[in-house]
């Protein structure tokens, strides 16, 4: 039998971390070098990229660029241009007790940092986290998602070629390796998917004390009062919603408006729908399929039995289902939660189908959001600066998000990341950076003036006092 110790998988980490050991991924000049690697892999390879995003998932060449490639791209260029600013070494204050003395924060990288992405963003999802973690100084270990094969393949063929030292290298695989994986001893893990496999990676990380970041999605809600904006409003709710086929972790999960709204929105989102996918999206080249057959499956269930205002057509062997809108009354129970008596409203969609909500007013949409988990964003149409306040300051979500959907993913100077059962930590940007780097005190206090003799006995009480006093 083979040893754990003697696996190929146990020997990819140990050579990442020997190659971390040797100092070789911390110089300035050596972060550069490898983000600027990994923007020539993307950049070179965009129309093999494009290919493989189509097989895995049906993504257009455009929504390919837009939500994958693009988007790492614009994050690798961000932190190249900050980065030699976010590594300096700060100033920091030393309390008048300890004077004279000085102190400041330096930057040095964690270790090997794990990056498991899911399969609905399979490159942007890897790739995003893995510019933090370079930044920082890091070696890092990949772990594409096995359900979008053709990604996989390609990162891990490219890999090797643009980091031949072994700073980043990738694992293939599915549960066993992910499994295995999760047993070696990292210095970060960052997970995107289900809370249900979150606590499994968060469970196997405090084996080790291994601090992790969980992108984690729920139900982002959706609340729409706008009516002088309404075909506008629609057509960003529309393009969030059933872009990559509504399998995005921060797409609008569900939507809150009046009773009396309902009508008017409901066909303002067949104009979006039509205008941007045409009369049949089954024939759009920019419209997406489900990943695979248990996803449809899972989806066609929740539809079953239900009348569509929009949509509602599947067809299994293309794993087609049109872009679906579904208009739910408000009922006694919980709305939204495990005890919702709607089984659209019982845990996230992850898919193209949007149930339109009934409630009285902003404020019980508000409640809502609060009778269960917080998500990983929240979206408000409004033109009342009254009713965004509301949502802001009496609501909790991983961010808020006035007028649009999905875009502040693409903000690079935001952090991005949940809260509560949505997700723990942040990336993206300077927040990547922190989140792969440890900042550590340097305090020096000179022999000179050596006002700790005040703190050290034999003590009189004029020495505490005057210690007292500064402190």
Same mark, same amino acid.
């Given at each position: 039998?083979?040893?754990?110790?003697? *696996?190929?998988?146990?020997?990819?980490?140990?050579?990442?971390?020997?190659?971390?050991?040797?100092?070789?991924?911390? @110089? /300035?000049? %050596?972060?550069?070098?490898?983000?600027?690697?990994?923007?020539? /892999?993307?950049?070179?390879?965009?129309? =093999?990229?494009?290919?493989?995003?189509?097989?895995?998932?049906?993504?257009?060449?455009? +929504?390919?660029?837009?939500? +994958? $490639?693009?988007?790492?791209?614009?994050? $690798?260029?961000?932190?190249?241009?900050?980065? !030699?600013?976010?590594? !300096? @070494?700060?100033? &920091?204050? =030393?309390?008048?007790?300890?004077? @004279?003395?000085?102190?400041?924060?330096? *930057?040095?990288?964690?270790?090997?940092?794990?990056? $498991?992405?899911?399969?609905?963003?399979?490159?942007?999802?890897?790739?995003?986290?893995?510019?933090?973690?370079?930044? %920082?100084?890091?070696?890092?270990?990949?772990?594409? *998602? +096995?359900?979008?094969?053709?990604?996989?393949?390609? $990162?891990?063929?490219?890999?090797?070629?643009?980091? &031949?030292?072994?700073?980043? !290298?990738?694992?293939?695989?599915?549960?066993?390796?992910?499994?295995?994986?999760?047993?070696?001893?990292?210095?970060?893990?960052?997970?995107?998917?289900?809370?249900?496999?979150?606590?499994?990676?968060?469970?196997? =990380?405090?084996?080790?004390?291994?601090?992790?970041?969980?992108?984690?999605?729920?139900?982002?809600?959706?609340?729409?009062?706008?009516?002088?904006?309404?075909?506008? &409003?629609?057509?960003?709710?529309?393009?969030?919603?059933?872009?990559?086929?509504?399998?995005?972790?921060?797409?609008?999960?569900?939507v809150m408006t009046t009773p009396d709204r309902i009508p008017a929105l409901v066909d303002a989102l067949q104009d979006a729908i039509t205008d941007m996918w045409g009369i049949n999206p089954r024939t759009s080249g920019d419209y997406g399929r489900i990943v695979d057959e248990r996803q449809f499956d899972r989806l066609a269930a929740l539809l079953h039995g239900t009348e569509a205002a929009i949509g509602g057509q599947c067809d299994r062997a293309e794993r087609y289902i049109a872009p679906t809108v579904v208009t739910v009354p408000t009922l006694d129970r919980p709305a939204i939660g495990p005890e919702a008596a709607h089984p659209l409203l019982r845990e996230e969609i992850f898919g193209p189908i949007l149930p339109i909500l009934a409630v009285d007013s902003a404020e019980q949409a508000a409640q809502v959001i609060n009778g269960w988990d917080k998500p990983l964003a929240l979206y408000v149409f409004t033109s009342r600066a009254r009713t965004r306040r509301l949502f802001e300051q009496h609501t909790s979500s991983g961010a808020v998000v006035h007028d649009a959907g999905l875009i502040h993913v693409a903000a690079a100077g935001l952090p991005f990341g949940g809260v509560g059962a949505s997700g723990i930590g942040a990336y993206h940007g300077a927040y990547s950076w922190r989140a792969f780097s440890h900042l550590k005190p340097v305090l020096r206090k000179p022999h000179t003036m050596d006002t700790l003799r005040l703190a050290q006995p034999p003590f009189t009480r004029r020495g505490l006092r005057f210690v007292k006093r500064l402190m």
């Amino acid at each position: 039998m083979t040893t754990p110790t003697a *696996s190929p998988l146990n020997k990819t980490v140990a050579e990442a971390r020997r190659l971390f050991d040797s100092g070789k991924t911390r @110089p /300035m000049e %050596a972060r550069v070098g490898r983000l600027r690697a990994l923007r020539a /892999m993307l950049a070179e390879h965009q129309p =093999a990229f494009e290919a493989a995003l189509w097989n895995d998932l049906h993504k257009g060449p455009g +929504e390919a660029q837009l939500t +994958e $490639i693009n988007v790492t791209l614009a994050e $690798i260029s961000h932190t190249l241009r900050h980065l !030699r600013r976010w590594a !300096r @070494p700060r100033r &920091a204050p =030393a309390p008048a007790a300890l004077w @004279p003395a000085r102190a400041r924060l330096v *930057s040095e990288p964690l270790g090997v940092v794990l990056v $498991i992405a899911p399969w609905n963003y399979p490159v942007q999802l890897l790739l995003n986290p893995l510019v933090g973690a370079l930044a %920082a100084g890091n070696a890092a270990v990949l772990k594409p *998602s +096995e359900l979008a094969p053709a990604t996989s393949a390609l $990162i891990a063929r490219l890999v090797p070629r643009y980091f &031949a030292d072994g700073a980043v !290298r990738v694992v293939e695989g599915g549960i066993p390796e992910t499994t295995e994986l999760l047993a070696q001893q990292f210095d970060h893990i960052v997970f995107t998917g289900s809370g249900t496999v979150g606590r499994i990676v968060m469970r196997a =990380a405090a084996e080790h004390l291994t601090p992790v970041t969980l992108e984690l999605g729920g139900k982002s809600p959706v609340w729409f009062d706008d009516d002088a904006q309404l075909h506008r &409003a629609a057509r960003r709710l529309a393009w969030a919603k059933f872009t990559n086929a509504g399998q995005t972790c921060v797409a609008p999960d569900y939507v809150m408006t009046t009773p009396d709204r309902i009508p008017a929105l409901v066909d303002a989102l067949q104009d979006a729908i039509t205008d941007m996918w045409g009369i049949n999206p089954r024939t759009s080249g920019d419209y997406g399929r489900i990943v695979d057959e248990r996803q449809f499956d899972r989806l066609a269930a929740l539809l079953h039995g239900t009348e569509a205002a929009i949509g509602g057509q599947c067809d299994r062997a293309e794993r087609y289902i049109a872009p679906t809108v579904v208009t739910v009354p408000t009922l006694d129970r919980p709305a939204i939660g495990p005890e919702a008596a709607h089984p659209l409203l019982r845990e996230e969609i992850f898919g193209p189908i949007l149930p339109i909500l009934a409630v009285d007013s902003a404020e019980q949409a508000a409640q809502v959001i609060n009778g269960w988990d917080k998500p990983l964003a929240l979206y408000v149409f409004t033109s009342r600066a009254r009713t965004r306040r509301l949502f802001e300051q009496h609501t909790s979500s991983g961010a808020v998000v006035h007028d649009a959907g999905l875009i502040h993913v693409a903000a690079a100077g935001l952090p991005f990341g949940g809260v509560g059962a949505s997700g723990i930590g942040a990336y993206h940007g300077a927040y990547s950076w922190r989140a792969f780097s440890h900042l550590k005190p340097v305090l020096r206090k000179p022999h000179t003036m050596d006002t700790l003799r005040l703190a050290q006995p034999p003590f009189t009480r004029r020495g505490l006092r005057f210690v007292k006093r500064l402190m």
